[in-house]
DNA sequence: TTAGTTACTGACTGGTCAGTCATTAAACTC
DNA sequence: GAGTTTAATGACTGACCAGTCAGTAACTAA
């Protein structure tokens, strides 16, 4: 309050920066109190905005909840698909790979707040969840799926249930999302979702193998 | 609406089973709807009750939301502790049947909506959050650490860290609940979590040899 | 300087809903 | 079957909040 005031006293116009603000202050508010509870009026505050300029930008409060997600997820699916698409040697190091960038993503974004935020919506706003399972879990699923197959195919793997196996091959991950967003903020000890993720992946691709 | 009325067409009084019904009710459309967009009078029209009867029985809203996870929790953890704690042979099978199950909980009773629901309201309702990660959390994994800290000091496992390694095996259980709590719900296809299960421990204690 | 344009403000409105309570009805008592 | 107790009702109230809009401040072009 006192400090910021300092700083900025009158009011700004600045269009091109405000989208941006404000879906940082909807986020942080949506995944602190959650969706329903949090005022449209907090969510200006902490976007140092009036609750109107919310409205300049964004048609409805929903409309938060829809940007917030579509701009994490992105073209991210699309790039780690490029990457694993076309592959010569064996999968199991590409399979690693992609469980470590999947583990940074969860300890350098904002991923975990809206795993929580897809779960715990998806009902009240079904196209929230039906955007993520489409753009999300039905890309990337798949395309672990194919890289398991071809593993098998190839010899390098014994013959497993590949659709029952990915998701085998994720659930720790998710788990430890939902971990850092749930139940880290209530006091539970907080862990290296990259040592996790190293850990489980020396596991699961020992037990895959011939 | 028209056959429950040729039933009971007049009010009724059965205090001991009202408690029950308005729980049952809550839940369904708890999970439904989400905690907060879920009206009193809904959840009393679903019970077959008026609103004011629900405050017969409970101080508010938030007290149905806690009435249903205790519930829901209970004793099942105690069980299972007491079922593991003293195990003479290999650990391995205890493990399995542990695994097995939680699958056929979540296949069989509320748990996966619950989870759901504790996700979503832990920030809005700590109490909620806090009362899991104490009554759930914080019992489970240890003594799942226990379990596989004596199967590496016996030899049956090979060296791993146990506090990650717990993790990855609950992994896989805790993404078949929501899976089905909230992707089923959008179109996404159902899976035997009891098969998952067996896949996932077939993998997982593969990779835990020696 | 001034006239015009665009960004932003915040008091206000209309609707929603948790929780209350005066009233009614069922069940039990003697 | 009159009197008492306890369960259940639903209209009502007070608080809350998303979304609006008349007004104001900041910037721009002339």
Redesign the pocket.
Same mark, same amino acid.
């Given at each position: 309050m006192t400090d910021q005031s300092v700083t900025k006293r009158? %009011?700004?116009? %600045?269009?091109d920066t %405000?989208p941006s603000e404000i879906l940082a202050a909807a986020l942080a508010l949506f995944s602190e109190k959650g969706f $329903? $509870?949090? %005022?449209?009026?907090?969510v200006?505050a902490r976007a140092?905005? !009036? #609750?109107? $300029?919310? =409205?300049? =930008?964004f048609?409805? #409060? !929903?409309a938060l909840l829809k940007s917030i997600v579509h701009q994490a997820i992105g073209e991210q699916i699309a790039v780690a698909a490029r990457m694993a698409d076309h592959i010569e040697g064996p999968v199991a190091p590409v399979m690693a790979q992609l469980a470590g960038m999947l583990a940074h993503r969860i300890e350098t974004t904002d991923l975990p707040s809206i795993i929580k935020l897809v779960i715990g919506e998806s009902r009240a706003h079904p196209e929230i969840g039906q955007y993520y399972l489409d753009n999300v879990v039905k890309l990337a699923l798949p395309l672990l799926e194919r890289l398991l197959s071809h593993g098998i195919a190839t010899g390098e793997f014994r013959a497993v249930d590949p659709n029952l196996t990915v998701k085998c091959m994720i659930g720790p991950l998710m788990l430890s999302a939902l971990w850092h967003a749930v139940f880290v903020p209530l006091g539970a000890a907080p862990y290296s979702v990259a040592a996790l993720a190293d850990q489980h992946m020396d596991i699961f691709l020992r037990g895959l193998r011939p």
């Amino acid at each position: 309050m006192t400090d910021q005031s300092v700083t900025k006293r009158t %009011r700004q116009r %600045r269009p091109d920066t %405000r989208p941006s603000e404000i879906l940082a202050a909807a986020l942080a508010l949506f995944s602190e109190k959650g969706f $329903a $509870a949090a %005022r449209m009026e907090d969510v200006a505050a902490r976007a140092g905005v !009036s #609750k109107g $300029a919310i =409205y300049l =930008y964004f048609p409805d #409060k !929903s409309a938060l909840l829809k940007s917030i997600v579509h701009q994490a997820i992105g073209e991210q699916i699309a790039v780690a698909a490029r990457m694993a698409d076309h592959i010569e040697g064996p999968v199991a190091p590409v399979m690693a790979q992609l469980a470590g960038m999947l583990a940074h993503r969860i300890e350098t974004t904002d991923l975990p707040s809206i795993i929580k935020l897809v779960i715990g919506e998806s009902r009240a706003h079904p196209e929230i969840g039906q955007y993520y399972l489409d753009n999300v879990v039905k890309l990337a699923l798949p395309l672990l799926e194919r890289l398991l197959s071809h593993g098998i195919a190839t010899g390098e793997f014994r013959a497993v249930d590949p659709n029952l196996t990915v998701k085998c091959m994720i659930g720790p991950l998710m788990l430890s999302a939902l971990w850092h967003a749930v139940f880290v903020p209530l006091g539970a000890a907080p862990y290296s979702v990259a040592a996790l993720a190293d850990q489980h992946m020396d596991i699961f691709l020992r037990g895959l193998r011939p």
